[in-house]
């Protein structure tokens, strides 16, 4: 009687579904991150349906394999991830779960942005008392827009492989992009010439990239380790140091905790500066690493 | 060059354009005209120092495209693999467990009236031990397998035992949402249960789970499960085991144990998550399935209970989570809750009994728990359960059924329990446990400080 009744009502549930789930007309595209979602729009457009894992608010680091994604990774076609261990927490698991074959590892689907570039910090040694260290190295690559240019060129070569058929269309996206985003780099270039040299205290770091392209000087770290939330010992510890030579800005994602940030910058006098991490819902990543870039200057004057 | 010509023809244009004039006029248009020339040729070198500028800055603008081109193509570097014999070596990862515990009862006098308790159903030792040393090793097999085999080093009664907790292949990619895993797992029936015991959110499993499971489902068999390609989580499964271990019990030599398993869940905004599921799981042919023994004062021999009929289990699970933005790093909270319900239908019989004593048995399980667990830091959680049982079994003659444990003597089993946990890392856990267990009738106030550490390669949890 009861294995009847919910069998019934499994079966309505079920076509429920199936009625209430849209035709979709596009290449369907699993970006983890926003950043690859945004770079996947400008090379693909109206294309592609793109579905994105997470927000700029959220740890890409800590994210949870929910019912949600498995689902939506159900019906991929393509893939677009940071790769580097950024995922390891959650992505093996909602491949696995999946049970989709255009996106496991070394399909054509399987888009690792980290795959295509040279990474920075690649450790030396490779002992958790350094705390949660990325084996192949940092993975926030997206903050370095020459490397975004290098990952672009592949993501293109890839859509046009997934759907030959628009190649033509992706070629030209590539090509605006292209056009366009040098331009860009020029003009941020040329805006940031005076952050050279200037020291910056992070809270995690995830900024490596940004830095190295700015020019920036990293002075201290709040977390003692990666990984590891800041404590009060090691956040003393900063103070002398920064004291003795003073840094601009601390700067911390806006996925982190500002406490720590808020109580070193109490007791130096050192500003805080809150920034995304990635572009937020439907931002370009142009107009993204202009507010990035606004942000850091405006401390300037 | 250009500028002198172009100054020339204006002149001369202009001459032209006025052929008569008188003698004193011409030497005022001569001086205007030497103006005219003087002017254009100070605006012609300033536009010529312009164009200057912007080729300059032209090919400046080259070169640092050039550049950019340049590093795009030197951080594209291919990157230089670990060559070495081990890089195709599974995915390592070692779990250390460790606990000091205190009960105020004796643990060997624990028992749950009304459940029969098999497997590893006790409390565990008292005072320090070590709880299961766990070495996992997983891997991509080749583009179509997933191989992973867990196995769990523990103490008894002085001896150390290996036990191999799993050991299964998984397809990978199979196609339409189709996953198939074959060899010994952990049965999807019921949330907990597909979760290792360090993955837990607290010491000890539920008392459901211990009073139906042991501790834990496992059995050799294989899955297959489907997930729709909805936007709504949809999954659907089934499973068929060897059904020899507990709680099923025989050689059937086919099919002992099935189950059957529906997942559902998604996101609320991006703040909440939620996943329900509704499972069954049945074993016709139970032969010989053996309990907790009931040692008689004096006898030498222990009388064991042994079950031989049919076992049906339903349950429903439910869980919710929360996390500020869906970022569950700094914050986040867990609510989770289970029910399961067992009904028996068969023979009890006491081995060792002499004369041999039996009865037909007519057996009805339930019983739920509910906990919610809050991490308010990130490195501190708290948690607080809530476990109730109750149990109607019936048979021919009561006082078998007693002696087997299936009496339930009139008692709710019940237990408490709060825990909090500090979290150095990812990577570690030290937890402090206190329940108020009513198992049965004399209150247990018990305590356990546990630390739990994982080594090696970093796992996927389980949502």
């Known amino acids: 009687m009861l294995n009847k009744y919910v069998k019934r009502n499994i079966i309505l549930l079920i076509s429920l579904l199936f009625l209430s789930n849209p035709l979709y007309a596009g290449l369907q595209v699993f970006a983890c991150e926003p950043e690859w979602a945004s770079l996947a729009n400008e090379l693909g457009g109206e294309h592609l349906d793109i579905y994105t894992a997470t927000t700029n608010q959220q740890d890409p680091h800590h994210i949870q394999a929910r019912p949600s994604l498995v689902a939506k990774a159900r019906r991929a076609e393509l893939l677009v991830c940071t790769g580097a261990e950024l995922e390891v927490g959650w992505l093996p698991l909602l491949l696995r779960k999946s049970g989709n074959p255009n996106i496991q590892a070394g399909q054509a689907g399987y888009f690792i942005a980290t795959d295509y570039v040279s990474l920075l910090d690649q450790p030396i040694v490779l002992d958790r008392s350094l705390g949660d260290i990325h084996a192949a190295g940092n993975p926030h690559v997206h903050l370095d827009p020459v490397r975004l240019q290098q990952i672009a060129n592949k993501l293109s070569h890839t859509l046009t492989k997934l759907d030959p058929a628009n190649s033509s269309d992706y070629e030209k996206k590539l090509e605006l992009f292209t056009q366009h985003w040098q331009n860009m780099i020029l003009q941020w270039t040329e805006r940031t010439q005076s952050l050279k040299g200037k020291p910056i205290v992070v809270y995690h770091k995830n900024w490596t990239y940004l830095q190295h392209w700015l020019g920036l000087n990293q002075v201290a770290v709040l977390e003692p380790k990666p990984g590891i939330p800041p404590t009060s010992s090691h956040l003393s510890s900063l103070i002398l140091g920064l004291e003795k030579s003073p840094a601009q800005v601390i700067v911390y994602a806006n996925y982190q905790d500002n406490k720590a940030a808020n109580w070193l910058s109490k007791k130096t006098g050192i500003p805080t500066l809150e920034l995304a991490f990635s572009p937020a819902k439907d931002e370009t990543l142009t107009h993204w690493f202009d507010r990035l870039l606004n942000q850091l200057l405006k401390l300037q004057e | ?463």
């Open chain 2, 1 to 463: 060059m250009r500028t002198t010509i172009l100054a020339a023809s204006v002149a001369l244009a202009l001459s032209y354009s006025h052929p008569v004039l008188a003698a004193n006029d011409l030497s005022s248009l001569k001086e205007q005209l030497d103006q005219l020339k003087l002017n254009y040729e100070q605006r012609i070198q300033a536009l010529e120092s312009r164009l200057k500028v912007a080729e300059n800055n032209a090919t400046h603008a080259k070169t640092k495209v050039k550049q950019i081109e340049e590093t795009v193509k030197k951080s594209s570097a291919p990157q230089t693999a670990l060559k070495t014999q081990n890089s195709f070596n599974p995915a390592i990862s070692l779990i250390l467990d460790g606990r000091y515990a205190s009960f105020s009862h004796k643990p060997g006098e624990y028992e749950l009236p009304g459940f029969a308790l098999g497997g590893e159903s006790g409390l565990g030792e008292e005072g320090i031990s070590l709880g299961h040393t766990e070495i996992v090793a997983s891997a991509n097999i080749d583009d179509k397998f997933y191989g992973q085999a867990t196995i769990a080093l523990h103490d008894h009664e002085g001896s150390t035992d290996i036990e191999l907790e799993e050991a299964f292949i998984q397809t990978l990619g199979l196609g339409n949402g189709v996953t198939v895993k074959a060899g010994r797992f952990l049965s999807a029936m019921g949330y907990l249960n597909e979760q290792h015991e360090h993955a837990w959110d607290f010491a000890d499993a539920p008392l459901i789970y211990r009073g139906l499971f042991g501790s834990q489902l496992l059995d050799d068999g294989l899955q297959i499960n489907y997930i729709a390609p909805t936007d709504t989580f949809l999954q659907l499964g089934a499973e068929a085991f060897k059904g020899s271990s507990f709680p099923a019990g025989g050689e059937s030599g086919n099919v002992g144990a099935w189950t059957a398993f529906a997942n559902i869940g998604g996101d609320i905004g991006i703040e909440h998550s939620w996943l329900l599921g509704l499972n069954h799981w049945q074993a016709n042919d139970i032969d010989g399935r053996t309990s907790g023994g009931h040692q008689h004062e004096g006898e030498e021999e222990v009388e064991t209970p042994s079950f031989t009929g049919k076992s049906k289990i339903n349950s429903l699970d439910f869980v919710y989570k929360w996390a500020p933005n869906g970022n569950p790093s700094q914050q986040n909270f867990k609510f989770q809750f289970e029910y399961f319900d067992r009904r028996e239908e068969g023979v009890i019989t006491m081995l060792n009994s002499d004369p041999l004593e039996a009865t037909s048995y007519d057996g009805h399980q339930n019983g739920w728990y509910a906990q919610a667990v809050h991490q308010f830091k990130p490195q501190w959680r708290v948690g607080l359960r809530y476990d109730q049982l109750d149990s109607s079994n019936s048979g021919a003659d009561a006082d078998i059924l007693e002696e087997a444990g299936l009496d339930n003597e009139g008692h709710t089993p019940k237990r408490y329990s709060a825990m909090v946990e500090w979290l150095p890392s990812e990577f570690s856990r030290i937890r402090l446990q206190f329940n108020r267990d009513q198992s049965y009738d004399n209150t247990d106030n018990q305590l356990f400080l546990q630390y739990t550490y994982s080594l090696g390669s970093h796992g996927s949890h389980q949502y």
